[in-house]
């Protein structure tokens, strides 16, 4: 024959797949069931395998692009010629989603860590902090051992309401920065380094990546300010029952959108962008080492250990890449608040003129280790936040592509059940894998016709159906087209083979 029927009962498998007719790892359905006009009920639809039918991820991708390299069988898909794949549209959305999700668990960690660095600040103002003690004492006298010790204080004073001040700007600020931060990050990757275009080196070197998510981090950065600087100034305020806790400068806003209203009403626009460059600078490394440990931790794990692309990947690249971005992060961050969150006359800062100022002023006066003060609230809140990020995105993506697959299927389906009874008999088969493989030049009829007979009985035959009056259900429709997938690759790999009588 034209193509090889090893794999037609567990025999060698070019791609290393699993065989869909091993009855040992996939038994006979049972009966689908149909609704009254005999179509597939879509709330019962079968778990779609996916096997030759999916791509090997992308491993320089974070949003987990498929490398395109398997052969796509046209005749699949009869409506579009090819499957369904993300669109842009698909993986902004996504990126902004995943991190605005993580938020409502990691927001009590980000709280407490502004409050102890803020209280710090204070102690250094009051000249109150006794020489070798590390406790962080507020204004009103309330002591701070530790980044645990504020969230349990905070939740004692304030409830749950204070420690997830901040929460609406956060959803905001996490939405806003990584549409871009994440969404960005592919076509960037895709502009420096496509894969088709170095086929002898498809993994990007470390330096591309980081260039790409510096890039992305500083467009993040420059995009969710307004709602950071408002988050910042929310998670220190204190409510009139509370000013004993108070940290910080305090600005009395009622919400985010006054918060915004006085900012802009006092400063003007340009005082919604306080500290951009600060921001900018934090993302710009953060976000570079974020995505460049993201992507190579999934790379490796993926291609030389042999992972599975799913949840568990996702968590353990995002806590990696969690702590890479806390050790580079946490001494803009330290900088950045305390700069964020001092008073302003004539829209100048009373403490720091700048963010270099401020640098100068920690150096001199707390010396080199104040820059990781907060550090452990900050990996508390960085770690699970980038593990859960991921850990969303990866799901929503999965289960969006997952969509699209099905709607690939039932499409295909209904389009070769020429007679609409919910049923593809040998008749339709054989009119599919005709448009799958059609006949070569100088074939003739009978031999072609023989093929055709013979890979529409090896369809059939992957699923458990013997004879000429069998039907395959939608169910049965999965393991049909990878059956498909693979006469029509063996087909390909012998390329120059004619046809021969059996």
Not at 72 to 78: E, F, I, N, Q, T
Not at 164 to 183: D, H, M
Not at 393 to 401: C, E, K, N
Request: net charge positive; aromatic share 10%.
């Amino acid at each position: 024959m034209w193509f090889h029927s090893a794999n037609r009962r567990g025999g060698s498998n070019p791609y290393g797949h699993a065989d869909v007719s091993d009855s040992s790892k996939y038994p006979p359905p049972p009966p689908p069931p149909v609704s009254k006009n005999n179509t597939p009920t879509p709330s019962r639809a079968p778990r779609i395998a996916r096997g030759l039918m999916s791509a090997k991820p992308d491993s320089s991708s974070v949003m987990g692009d498929a490398v395109h390299d398997h052969v796509v069988v046209p005749a699949l898909y009869p409506l579009h010629g090819h499957p369904r794949r993300l669109g842009p549209v698909e993986r902004f959305a996504l990126s902004a989603l995943a991190p605005a999700v993580a938020v409502f668990f990691t927001n009590p960690f980000d709280t407490a860590k502004w409050v102890y660095i803020l209280a710090a600040n204070d102690l250094q103002g009051q000249k109150a902090k006794s020489k070798g003690s590390s406790a962080a004492t507020t204004s009103g006298g309330v002591v701070y051992r530790n980044s645990f010790d504020a969230i349990f204080k905070i939740i004692r004073h304030e409830g749950i309401q204070g420690i997830q001040k901040g929460l609406f700007p956060a959803i905001l600020k996490e939405g806003s920065k990584n549409f871009f931060r994440i969404g960005m990050y592919d076509p960037f990757m895709h502009i420096l380094h496509n894969p088709a275009l170095n086929p002898d080196h498809p993994s990007a070197p470390p330096w591309k990546r980081m260039l790409a998510g510096a890039l992305c981090g500083v467009m993040g950065a420059f995009a969710c300010n307004p709602f950071e600087l408002v988050k910042t100034r929310l998670q220190s305020q204190v409510s009139a029952a509370n000013t004993h806790q108070a940290v910080g400068h305090q600005f009395e806003y009622r919400g985010t959108w006054d918060a915004l209203v006085k900012t802009v009403t006092a400063d003007g626009v340009k005082g919604l962008y306080r500290g951009s460059t600060l921001s900018m600078a934090r993302s710009f490394v953060g976000s570079g080492a974020n995505l460049t440990t993201y992507s190579m931790m999934k790379e490796d794990l993926i291609m030389k250990r042999g992972w599975k692309d799913d949840w568990i990947l996702d968590m353990i690249a995002g806590m990696g890449s969690g702590i890479m971005s806390c050790v580079f992060m946490n001494p803009i961050d330290v900088v950045r608040t305390r700069y964020y969150n001092q008073s302003y006359v004539n829209g100048k800062g009373t403490l720091y003129s700048s963010g270099f100022d401020a640098i100068k002023h920690i150096v001199k006066v707390e010396g080199v280790a104040s820059f990781y003060k907060g550090f452990t609230t900050h990996f508390l809140r960085i770690g699970p936040h980038f593990c859960l990020t991921f850990v969303f995105l990866g799901m929503f993506r999965r289960q969006l592509s997952e969509a699209y697959h099905y709607l690939d299927m039932r499409e295909a389906f209904l389009s070769f059940d020429k007679d609409g009874n919910g049923f593809i008999d040998r008749t339709e088969l054989t009119a599919v894998m005709r448009n799958v493989l059609p006949r070569p030049n100088g074939v003739s009829d009978g031999d072609y016709d023989r093929a055709i007979s013979s890979a529409t009985s090896r369809v059939l035959d992957s699923v458990g159906i013997v004879g000429d009056n069998g039907q395959a259900s939608f169910r049965d429709y999965p393991r049909m087209a990878e059956e498909i997938q693979r006469i029509y690759v063996e087909r390909r790999n012998a390329a120059g083979i004619l046809f021969k009588s059996s």
